[in-house]
């Protein structure tokens, strides 16, 4: 009886309008009831996945056409406009700006910043519970910054949604000896494990696919050191980039 | 005005990463392999409007520009995150705009006709590929379902659009969609 009246009130799943949802044609009418449905419905969710997956190459038909010249000009002056801000900025001026800011909405402001208190702390929370074991949901990106060996060199690491398995790329490193190589240090604590080596192009750009025997985000931080070709089992050069979690 | 370096050799995922360290001259590289089926979703989708497309296209590139750290190349290949941005974009100026513009044309027919393309300086053998793939599994479709999916994939149109357009009841407008899609799906998945 329990079973009856159970199946009775599970809602109808949204097979039939799957499809033109993933090509984005429903009707209003409808859109707010296949969304609430796939909110609570993994099977409906797994196959909307498939249907977007085929919406997605749809469009990869269209007819290639050649736009106007001067056109990857004006994206070098639109992009140019976009960066004309510093890219650092003194902390001070930072802050006074938004102290500035924030005098102007004193009367709101102590609410306000009670629940965005509350909300980055929850933030922090779930983000230490999903960090702490080394464990992530998505891909991460963690920075890299040179040492005063390569004061110009930056290195992002992408981790996978899996852990274990990350791609570095790294830019500026200067040329070595073809001797040596560049090599990845996983470190946590006093230990150092071999994340890889890799060499640069003569642009000093760099990339290297990581599979490391623990996740990734547990390691408390990265080094890369030059080696001798092949690597070391210890780090016995110089630190060329650093990052740390 | 040439680029100091050879980006030529890199695989599109790491010219995102190489974008998102704010390396520009990656994303002329990307420019370079892709501005021309950007444009030409675009292209389509308005109309052949020019002007329209190549502001589309513009505001593509420098999306990418802006959100490459959040690409996520697990869910899909570069040429596939392009071109549904550029979609995307397309669909929200026809929208916005309640009235299409003249010589919209929302179909797949037209492209039987195009000429036949292979890879080359144009096209990468991997998207002449996915392409060749898609369009075979397109022709397969009865031309009403064809037409269905293309008015509500590049017209941006409703299925209630549709079907006043086409001056058919929606329950059969909403037939073709789903037994067109579902072919696709039966034929595609995985392959792609």
């Not at chain 1, 990350?166 to 090599?183: A, K």
């Not at chain 1, 150092?192 to 760099?206: A, I, K, L, W, Y």
């Not at chain 2, 006709?113 to 002449?128: F, K, Q, R, V």
Request: glycine share 10%; proline share 6%; hydrophobic share 40%.
């Amino acid at each position: 009886m329990n079973t009856v009246e159970s199946m009775a009130d599970q809602p109808p799943h949204v097979h039939d309008l799957i499809p033109a949802y993933a090509l984005g044609c429903l009707d209003d009418s409808e859109l707010a009831h296949v969304e609430a449905h796939l909110a609570g419905c993994a099977e409906c969710r797994a196959e909307l996945a498939e249907y977007r997956q085929i919406s997605d190459q749809l469009v990869l038909t269209s007819p290639l056409a050649e736009p106007a010249l001067d056109l990857r000009d004006r994206l070098h002056a639109r992009i140019a406009a976009l960066q004309e801000p510093p890219e650092t900025r003194p902390e001070g001026s930072l802050w006074e700006r938004f102290s500035a800011f924030t005098r102007q909405l004193a009367p709101v402001w102590v609410p306000v910043s009670l629940v965005l208190i509350l909300v980055l702390g929850g933030l922090a929370f779930a983000l230490w519970r999903g960090l702490g074991a080394g464990q992530v949901t998505q891909p991460v990106t963690v920075a890299f910054g040179g040492t005063e060996h390569a004061p110009g060199a930056l290195g992002v690491l992408t981790v996978s949604a899996t852990g274990r398995v990350g791609t570095l790329v790294v830019s500026g490193l200067p040329q070595i000896d073809p001797s040596q190589q560049y090599q990845l240090w996983l470190i946590e604590d006093d230990q150092r494990t071999n994340g890889g080596v890799f060499s640069v192009d003569q642009g000093g750009f760099g990339t290297l696919e990581i599979t490391a025997p623990a996740p990734l985000l547990g390691y408390s931080g990265f080094g890369i050191t030059i080696e001798p070709a092949g690597g070391s089992p210890g780090p016995t050069g110089p630190k060329v980039l650093g990052a740390e979690l | 005005m040439g680029s100091a370096r050879d980006y030529s050799g890199y695989a599109d995922d790491i010219l995102i990463r190489l974008i998102a360290l704010g390396q520009n001259e990656a994303l002329d590289e990307l420019y370079e392999r892709y501005h021309r089926l950007v444009y030409g979703v675009a292209l389509h989708m308005l109309g052949q409007e020019r002007p329209a497309a190549e502001e589309v296209t513009l505001d593509v590139f420098v999306n990418v520009w802006k959100q490459a750290k959040s690409y996520r190349p697990d869910r899909a290949r570069v040429s596939t995150w392009l071109a549904s941005i550029t979609r995307y974009r397309s669909i929200d100026r026809l929208r916005r705009r309640k009235v299409r513009p003249e010589g919209h044309l929302a179909a797949w027919d037209v492209l039987e006709t195009s000429a036949a393309e292979g890879p080359g300086p144009e096209i990468s053998t991997e998207l002449a590929l996915q392409r060749e793939q898609v369009r075979g599994a397109l022709s397969t479709l009865p031309p009403e379902q064809r037409q269905a999916l293309a008015l509500a994939y590049y017209g941006g149109y409703t299925q209630s659009e549709i079907a006043s357009a086409l001056d058919l009841p929606l329950g059969t407008v909403k037939t073709r969609i789903r037994l067109g899609m579902a072919k696709l799906r039966d034929l595609l998945q995985g392959k792609i």
